[in-house]
């Protein structure tokens, strides 16, 4: 065997017009779940940030209200496996 000689068979050789493909760092794809869940949270603040802009303190103290009936709901599930 000679140093410009390789061991890997002919088959398995790229041809030189066909480039790898590289994974760019701007490349992502967001699932329809994923999609959702963001629009359902940023739709909860929304609407929080609404209330509390036209109730002011009362809206504020209500979305933090609901958001203890929501954890306990949460934690409850949990441990019901």
Do not use: C, H
Not at 15 to 24: F, G, H, I, N
């Amino acid at each position: 065997m000679t140093t410009i000689s390789t061991d890997a068979p002919l088959s398995t050789a790229t041809p030189l017009t066909q480039k790898a493909k590289k994974a760019s760092r701007f490349d992502f794809s967001v699932s329809n779940e994923e999609f959702q869940a963001i629009g359902l949270a940023l739709t909860i603040i929304a609407l929080w940030g609404g209330a509390t802009a036209i109730f002011g303190y009362a809206g504020l103290i209500i979305g933090a209200l609901t958001m203890v009936a929501v954890m306990y709901a949460v934690l409850v599930t949990i441990s019901r496996g």
